[in-house]
Nanobody, 125 residues
Framework: QVQLVESGGGSVQTGGSLTLSCVAS???????AGWFRQLPGKEREFVAS?????????LYGDSVKGRCTISRVNSKNTVYLQMTNLKPEDTAVYYC??????????????????WGLGTQVPVSS
């Protein structure tokens, strides 16, 4: 089973920026990938997805559109999430995941079998 390690979180003030990283233990170039987040007391939600190729097509959740950029470097088995203009409502634990099917990343992510520990992003006002 793949192991996913998220990093790059940390306390940030409103309007600040962070870049999160996700390193996979397998050959991530075979998979579509995505970022997700879980706000306190809420279910995990979709943040962004990217198709399997470097420079592949991307999709963003409405709550982060225009403020986040997902990218990948397949040679490093790494997917990134660059976040700007952070708001207190972005406070969450951020997770990444991968799947052979992009549609599973976008619509069926709750059924994905393996999840990392996530990285916390507290945004203060």
């Amino acid at each position: 089973q793949v192991q996913l390690v998220e990093s790059g979180g940390g306390s940030v003030q409103t309007g600040g920026s962070l870049t999160l990283s996700c390193v996979a233990s397998d050959a991530i170039y075979n998979y579509a990938a995505g970022w997700f987040r879980q706000l306190p007391g809420k279910e995990r939600e979709f943040v962004a997805s990217i198709s399997r190729y470097t420079g592949g097509s991307t999709l963003y959740g409405d709550s982060v559109k225009g403020r986040c950029t997902i990218s990948r470097v397949n040679s490093k088995n790494t997917v990134y999430l660059q976040m700007t203009n952070l708001k207190p409502e972005d406070t969450a634990v951020y997770y990444c995941n991968e799947d052979l099917k992009l549609q599973n990343i976008i619509e069926e992510f709750r059924n994905l079998p393996a999840w990392g520990l996530g990285t916390q992003v507290p945004v203060s006002s």
